[in-house]
């Protein structure tokens, strides 16, 4: 770095208020999973934007409508830190669907499984509870071809990492190397 530059950085000092308003965040993986753990444990609360979206959907099997691209694969981490549950973001032309899912599954009947089969709805994402790695199941894989969708992405609720997969395991192994 230039020493106009250095000198620039040293010279503001930032404070927490200001650091939490800024327009674009950088964080560490390591940051994320410390604030995954700190909710898991009890330590620590979601901020007021992800808990307005829990308060939504408070039980397995509830689902509501936000405007598109409200919600981000790295909120369902931090739903699923705080419950133990799955989360699913679907994405329609208009809106997203947050669905609250179970601690083993997110599972779509009735109309939102026709909107997913008739390609109305597509699968964003969803988060796995207990896995600091996530894999995608072998149920994951046959539900992209169940409702003919190539990928998606499935996030850690531990530590915040994201893995894209599809139908097969030859497709998610391209996808994320196509992505570094």
Known sequence: ???????????????????????????STASTRVSLEAIREGEAGLNAHRQAMLNRVPEVGDFASFKRNVLELKDLAYLTAKTG???????????????????????FIDTLADMMSSHKLELVG??????????????????????????????????????AFGQSPFDEISWNDEKR
Do not use: W, Y
């Open 1 to 27: 770095m230039c020493p106009p530059v250095r000198k620039a950085f040293e010279r503001r000092r930032f404070e927490i208020d200001e650091l939490e308003n800024a327009s674009i965040v950088l964080e």
């Open 85 to 107: 549950d799955e989360f699913a973001i679907l994405r329609g032309k208009d809106a997203d669907i947050l669905f609250h899912g179970s601690s083993t599954q997110c599972r």
């Open 126 to 163: 969803h988060s796995h509870p207990g896995e600091d790695d996530p894999i995608p199941s072998q149920g994951d894989r046959d539900a992209l071809k169940e409702i003919g969708q190539a990928r998606s992405v499935v996030v850690s609720g531990r530590t915040g990492k994201m893995r």
